[in-house]
């Protein structure tokens, strides 16, 4: 199902200057006609520095996704850049969800420390109670601790098991596991940084299963086996504006696939 059906900038507001300006500038973004969102599943793909990640970030701002792994997306300084931008997009929707969450892989390992952090401060704080309690009885130590032991047991039971007792790629689907819910929007930044190879591919069974209970994915990625994702729409932020491409066209695909065709090719001119 698609909830969100079109994406368009409107520069009216805009001076001759600030459309000059970073992020208005980005070739990519210059569609008088928008961006149609035609499949559950679109990939933003792209060279570094093409524009797929703010256009992410600016759909998350203006959607006010929650974002998993860093502070709320109102407050968060890394994307005050994209708050202008996020300001002149038009989205046009189906029908409009406020499920979801907004993922920048980067932020990832920052909410395992995070949570890791919070577990060693909620047992501290049961240690604190026994200093505290002594000669006091059972009873008396269990009320004072009960706060602390439910906080941490529902922070424990999550994910069935402390996320920091995962690997990264483990633990990365482990959070997507216990997030994802039916009709829902989902805006990712390169989620195949923490995976192998085989995790990105039960990655993309996951979102099999989810696009089939009416949920959405925008991915920005340079991955060519999430982009291999069945009749997912492939938009390329090489071209101005950005263009829909084919699978087997697309400069990942193609020097990945001569890599392992022949890496000594590549390999000898190092």
């Known amino acids: 199902m698609l909830h969100l059906r079109t994406i368009r900038l409107n520069l009216d507001s805009l001076d001759d200057a600030e459309r000059q300006q970073y992020p208005f500038n980005i070739p990519a973004l210059q569609r008088e006609d ?3 969102l035609t499949t559950p599943v679109t990939f933003l793909v792209g060279e570094n520095g093409s524009g797929k ?7 998350a701002t203006a959607v006010s996704a929650y974002t ?6 109102s407050h968060d300084a890394t994307l005050v850049p994209v708050r202008r931008l996020a300001d002149c997009l038009r989205l046009v929707w189906s029908i409009k969800t406020h499920s979801g969450f907004f993922l ?8 395992i420390k995070r949570l890791s952090q919070m577990e060693a401060e909620l047992l501290a ?7 505290t309690y002594v000669g006091r009885s059972d009873h008396a130590k269990g009320l004072a601790k009960m706060p602390y032991v439910t906080e941490l047991n529902a922070l424990r039971g999550q994910y069935g098991r402390h996320l920091n007792t995962y690997s990264h790629g483990e633990s990365f689907l482990e959070l997507f596991q216990s997030r994802f819910q039916p009709n829902s929007l989902y ?3 390169e989620p195949e940084t923490p995976l192998s190879p085989m995790r990105q591919l039960t990655l993309l069974s996951m979102m099999k299963e989810m696009a089939a209970q009416n949920c959405q994915f925008i991915i920005a990625t340079h991955s060519p086996i999430l982009m291999a994702f069945p009749g ?14 084919e699978y087997d066209s697309l400069e990942h695909v193609t020097i990945t696939r001569s ?8 390999l000898r001119h190092l």
């Open 68 to 73: 998993v792994g860093s502070e709320d997306i």
């Open 232 to 245: 997912a729409t492939l938009l390329s932020f090489d071209y101005s504006p950005a263009q829909l491409v």
């Open 34 to 36: 928008g961006i149609e």
């Open 125 to 131: 704080e049961i240690q604190q109670v026994d200093k």
């Open 104 to 111: 920048r892989a980067e932020d990832f390992f920052g909410y």
């Open 53 to 59: 990640s703010t256009l992410i970030e600016a759909l």
């Open 259 to 266: 890599f392992l065709n022949n890496p000594e090719q590549y």
């Open 187 to 189: 805006l990712l930044d």
